[in-house]
């Protein structure tokens, strides 16, 4: 089986990095061939969402190749989508696209520069596309490496530091990973990476052989343990979660873009796909029986990350901790998971995916426009700011839009996925989805305050010759703003494939 | 008979002009921003006119206009999660939407005039029309998920007309704080919809109000009282009650017309309205609805006891404001559903009128203090007399609107037959001597006596008392004259809605048209929250005319009102030796219960954000990214450590390999 979609969307970027090596030294070439692969990447992706049919489920658009044909140790080569990857991998070309646009005024080293934000791109697509579990593990590490060189090579300042602390971070959560991928295959009975069943190649995925799984050489609990911690470092959840704040405040612009937008995603969808569908009833351990810890973990990693961010005066470093907040909504969906009334699961895993898709599209655009503003004020630092409103009113108003989301407005697409979370996840743990709830007023405090020290109050003589947005700078803003307010007003656009994936994998 | 799609479009055009202006106008043709303002008198128009049309179908209808068969429809569904939302066009709903549609409409055609060459003045009407889209949204609907978003969307409507000169430091801070402390109040009532949710099952969805209310007997004592308790919260912080109500005197920072609208049909009535839509829920448990009246009529006290002194003229009013929803609660609460509501409803116009009468006085003088004002009279003549029919009405003269509705209130109050009525009883006619005065003594600093200089003088002694001048003082000037007819034309219709609208629940005896008791009879007719006609009656629906408490409370009225006169017109006795003899009392009023230090300087600067937030922080620094960085730095240690081993010496690889050698045979040897 072969449809060629997925693969044409994972290689797309990096097969244009491969020309820009050979293309002439002559940026604007090199930076319009980038941000146009982007486009045609965004075009790709929307394509895959819409051609994959909700009413029909299940996993389509499959690719599937023999990839190391061993006896007894079969990886292959296998793409697909099925509901929960699709808005994922649309989310990827989205923020993909607005990364490239927001990296054209990018001077230093341009064609190095936009080789690894392609790359970058084929790693995250790659993740989301895969249904190998070795192939999934392949695409996960190679993303570290753009992301070392784009914030060593272009972040600000302690880019270094920041760069190796970020991959030692994932390298030793990966490193888990890898064991526990060795240590599930070689458990009897379940030899195979497929992550999910596929029919028509008969194959049967790891989530029925794990319910099926009768004699695990390791303990089922610690398998599950190796997988999670690479997803909590990803996400990344309390106390696990110190390389954000240093990665995204020192990564340039677009790096933050795609590291809050698509990168952390990469941890939630793992802990939706594997830590949830492989253990969902597995005889020797299942996710249930650990999920009152996932729902304190949520809790605190809420409202600490909502307190710490009140102290930040940087405005990267400020939202790169409401994304740790918000992050822990998505862990509260999941910990919903133990959920015994005939309500069951569904509203808290459904909520957790939507939260992915909406964090991304809204911290996306936050980092965006922090870039822009930095760009243009020369300081992010929020007392030094001021009165910004006046000389650009665009990227204020932006900016207030995207603040207004993240604090979980109604109409616009963070209030539909944190009310999912909190209505799935309220009758099974009523006090952690009472403090994680309580995390909105503390957003509305700081993201009323970030918005009201930078761009209210008098003008300040030396931002008089500050510029507003021009118009290349407002396509990829316009584009986030789009699915934000679109999926604000009428979310099961996006949670019409979330249920079908999710009501599949709960089965 | 209205259809949803017509009901669904009393919302959709304001909605529709936010839009427009705000993605055409504004963008790419600003300089026809006039247009901004005539499509948004024209679209509310169009609302109001549905607004009528739904408020005779459903008195066509008994009470209740049923859309879609009575099936909610789906927001967002999931298996065992469906999000309802709807039409819910009761009797209750369209009180609201002509009482909303109609003063927002004023509001617009006085904002015509007012806003005029404000270099916002596209931006201004696109708020405005989401503000009046949201509350029109939040009145309509069906689903309580979907109440809380349009909820949610007044509170951000009047974040950003409040903040809207947000050049000025100020406006901007009482944006930020009118949002944070309703957001408090949004949080109990999130949590209440939460719980209210997993009471329910997928046949029985209690977010469905219609649903709610054919279950509330089902819901259990302790359940149906947390519930209402967190649904109180939220209107608490939306109606500015105490303690949620220091956020609406700093809510002057907007436009005047803003607070013309905030502080009668739309924001602060959103919270009436709310305890309103689930007042069976409330009815099903007496400790909440103690709770609601005694917090209403302690804030209808307290409230009106800091406008008795303060010298700012729209901060007066928004006392009163927090004073007079003080008597809506309390009604609610001592069961006067009907008195709530009709006071809310004439409040309404002659809150507003009285907001745009100081927007008028602005005008002219260029300045809010009353210090500074004066004699206004003679220069304006009509904002003078509509005031004065405004103020009649607040304070309850008869036959001004404000008396019978403040009367029904109070007879609600006794026939409530209870301690707990009895105390609300005394509170509220407490509250009305203190309206007296508070009013009139407005009245008289305004318009009566010699003119004080107005801005011209007010800059004079900030700079003679070495301050700076913020922005705001800058813009006005002193300009006496009436203000333009767009002005006044809203103001003296408000006027005559003053005189009259309180005729409506006509309490004596049916007159022409008007049955007795015809507010009432209206809005009880709903059976989803009356049960029948008659046992609405039973509730207190229609009390009869008290002639005692009527001319109690009328002296009480006067009695305040002739104080004021003693002091402000006659000058038989002085303000300043007053404020001196009471200056404990005084300084408490004037610094308003030192309510504002204790939130903002003690509990979230001092306690929370400079000790709590501020450990919390540090020990993220400290303990979690220090060990961190701990481990890093260990194992670089270990790694330095071990690599002595490696320093490439063959003789060291031969005597570390001998002696391991040594030991695996010595284990093998004496433990094997």
Redesign the interface.
């Known amino acids: 089986m072969f449809s060629g979609w997925l693969t044409a969307a994972v290689f797309l970027p990096a097969a244009t990095a491969l020309v820009l090596v050979f293309m002439p030294r002559r940026d604007s070439w090199i930076r319009w061939t980038a941000i146009g692969a982007t486009v045609v990447e965004l075009g790709l992706t929307i394509g895959i969402f819409v051609a994959y049919e909700v009413d029909r489920g299940g996993v389509q658009l499959v690719d599937f190749l023999d990839w190391i044909p061993i006896d007894g140790f079969e990886a292959n080569y296998f793409l697909g989508v099925d509901g929960l990857s699709a808005p994922m991998i649309l989310l990827t070309g989205i923020l993909g696209a607005a990364a490239a646009f927001a990296s054209w005024r990018v001077t230093h080293r341009v064609r190095e520069y936009f080789i690894w934000l392609l790359i970058l791109q084929t790693a995250v697509t790659g993740v989301f596309a895969s249904l190998d579990l070795l192939l999934f593990f392949v695409f996960w590490e190679i993303e570290l490496i753009p992301m070392f060189m784009l914030i060593s090579g272009w972040g600000t300042g302690q880019p270094r530091y920041s760069a190796m602390k970020f991959v ?2 994932t390298l030793t959560g990966s490193a888990f990973m890898l064991v526990g991928i060795l240590a599930l295959f070689v458990s009897q009975d379940i030899g195979t990476f497929a992550m999910i069943s596929l029919p028509e190649e008969g194959i049967v995925g790891i989530p029925e052989k794990m319910a099926l799984a009768s004699g695990l050489i390791a303990p089922a609990g610690l398998i599950f343990a190796l997988f999670f911690v690479a997803f909590a470092v990803k996400l990344p959840i ?2 696990l ?2 390389w954000l704040p240093d990665a995204h405040t020192d990564a340039p612009t677009a790096v933050s873009v795609m590291l809050a937008g698509v990168l952390l995603k990469m941890g939630g969808y793992g802990m939706i796909r594997i830590s949830t569908g492989f253990f969902l009833d597995s005889p020797g351990f299942q996710i249930k029986d650990i999920a009152w810890l996932l729902a304190a973990g949520a809790a605190i990693s809420v409202a ?1 990350g909502a ?2 961010t ?3 005066t940087d405005l990267k470093r400020l939202i790169a901790y409401s994304s740790i907040s918000h992050m822990g909504f998505v862990m509260l969906g999941i910990a919903a998971i133990s959920a015994t ?4 699961p ?2 808290g895993l ?1 909520g957790a995916a939507l939260q992915m898709f909406t964090h991304g599209t809204i911290t996306g655009l936050l980092f965006l426009l922090v870039g822009m503003t930095y760009e243009r004020a020369h300081t992010r630092h929020i007392p030094d700011l001021g ?1 910004l ?2 000389r650009m009113p665009l990227i204020a108003t932006a900016f207030l839009v995207a603040g ?1 989301a993240s604090l979980g ?3 616009l697409s963070g ?2 996925a944190e ?2 979370v ?3 996840t ?2 099974t743990w ?1 006090w952690a ?2 403090i994680a ?2 995390g ?2 503390l957003a ?2 700081y993201i ?2 970030m918005v ?1 020290r930078s ?5 300040l003589p030396r931002f008089a010759d500050v510029k507003d947005a021009s118009a290349v700078d407002l396509i990829p803003v316009v584009g986030l703003i789009v699915p934000i307010v679109a999926i604000g007003i009428w ?2 656009l996006i ?1 019409d494939s979330f ?1 079908v994936g999710i ?1 599949a994998m709960l089965g | 008979m209205i259809n949803e799609a017509g009901s669904w479009l009393i919302v959709g055009l304001p909605l529709a002009s936010f839009v427009i202006i705000g993605v055409v106008i504004r963008p790419f043709f600003n300089r026809y921003a006039n247009w901004a303002g005539y499509l948004t008198v024209a679209s509310i128009a169009g609302s109001l006119g549905l607004s009528i049309w739904a408020f005779a179908s459903v008195a066509d209808a008994g009470g209740n206009v049923v859309m879609n068969g009575n099936v909610p429809r789906e927001w967002l569904s999931f298996p065992g999660l469906v999000l309802p939302f709807g039409i819910l066009m009761d009797s209750l709903t369209v009180v609201m939407l002509l009482t909303v549609s109609g003063v927002s409409l004023l509001v617009q055609i006085y904002g015509l005039g007012y806003m005029k060459g404000d270099p916002g003045y596209s931006r201004y009407f696109a708020f405005m029309s989401l503000f009046t889209a949201s509350m029109l949204g939040l009145v309509v609907s069906r689903g309580v998920v979907q109440i809380y978003v349009f909820w949610e969307l007044v509170g951000l409507s009047s974040y950003l007309l409040i903040g809207f000169w947000y050049t000025r430091p100020a406006a901007a801070a009482a944006a930020k704080k009118a949002f944070l402390m309703t957001r408090f109040g949004d949080f109990a009532f999130l949590l209440a919809i939460l719980y209210l949710f997993t009471l329910g099952t997928d046949e029985t969805n209690l977010l469905d109000v219609p649903t709610l209310y054919l279950n509330v007997g089902l819901l259990g004592g302790a359940a149906a009282t947390w519930i209402a308790l967190g649904i109180f919260a939220g209107a608490v912080g939306k109606s500015a009650q105490f303690p949620l109500h220091t956020w609406l005197p700093d809510a002057m920072e907007g436009p005047t017309p803003v607070s013309a609208l905030v502080h009668s049909a739309t924001m602060v009535a959103a919270g009436v309205f709310l305890v309103g839509r689930f007042f069976p829920l409330f009815e099903s448990t007496s400790s909440v609805m103690t709770t609601v009246a005694l917090v209403g009529g302690f804030t209808a006290v307290f409230a009106a006891s800091m406008a008795l002194v303060a010298t700012d003229i729209k901060r007066v009013f928004a006392f009163s404001t927090v004073s007079q929803l003080g008597y809506m609660f309390l009604a609610l609460g001592t069961g006067a559903y009907v008195a709530a509501f009709f006071h809310l409803f004439v409040h309404a116009w002659f809150k507003t009128l009285l907001f745009m009468s100081a927007g008028s006085v602005h005008h002219a003088s260029g300045t809010f203090d009353l210090r500074y004002m004066g004699g206004l009279r003679k220069v304006l003549p009509w904002t003078y007399a509509a005031t004065i029919m405004g103020g009649l009405s607040l304070a309850g003269i008869f036959p001004f609107s404000g008396f019978w509705s403040k009367d029904e209130i109070l007879v609600g109050a006794l026939d409530a037959d209870s301690t707990v009525g009895v105390i609300v009883l005394v509170l509220g006619l407490t509250a009305v001597a203190m309206t007296g005065f508070y009013m009139f003594r407005v009245i008289f600093m305004t318009y009566h006596g010699k003119f004080r200089g107005g801005i011209d003088k007010e800059n004079e002694d900030l700079r003679a008392a070495g301050q700076e001048i913020d922005e705001a003082h800058a813009h006005g000037h002193v300009h006496l004259a009436e203000s333009p007819w767009q002005m006044v034309l809203p103001i003296s219709i408000l006027a005559m809605a003053a005189l009259v609208a309180g005729f409506l629940t006509n309490p004596v005896e049916s007159y022409g048209i008007v049955d007795k008791h015809s507010f009432g009879e209206f809005v009880t007719e709903n059976e989803e929250v009356f049960v029948d006609h008659g046992a609405a009656i039973e509730a207190g629906a229609e009390p009869e005319f008290n002639f005692p408490l009527a001319f109690a409370s009328t002296a009480l009225a006067l009695s305040g009102i002739a104080l004021a006169f003693a002091m402000y017109q006659a000058k038989v006795i002085s303000p300043s030796r007053m404020a001196v003899r009471f200056r404990p009392v005084y300084k408490l009023l004037v610094n308003k219960y030192y309510m504002d230090e204790l939130y903002e300087t003690i509990i979230v600067r001092k306690l929370f954000y400079e000790r709590f937030a501020r450990f919390t922080a540090s020990f993220d620094k400290s303990w979690v990214d220090g060990v961190n960085v701990q481990i890093g730095s260990w194992s670089q240690r270990l790694g330095s450590v071990l690599g002595f081993a490696q320093d490439g010496q063959l003789q060291t690889y031969g005597a570390v390999a001998s002696a391991g050698l040594v030991i695996a045979l010595a284990v093998f040897i004496f433990w094997v």
Do not use: E, K
């Open positions: 030692l971070f309390w106390p979660h110190n600490y307190v710490v009140l102290r930040q009334g005939d309500r069951g569904s509203g459904n009165g409103a006046t207004l407005l109604p109409g209030f539909p009310i999912t909190f209505l799935g309220w009758d009523p989805t009472g709830a309580f909105i007023v509305a405090a009323l305050w009201q761009f209210f109050g008098p003008m979310p099961s949670t249920r009501a």
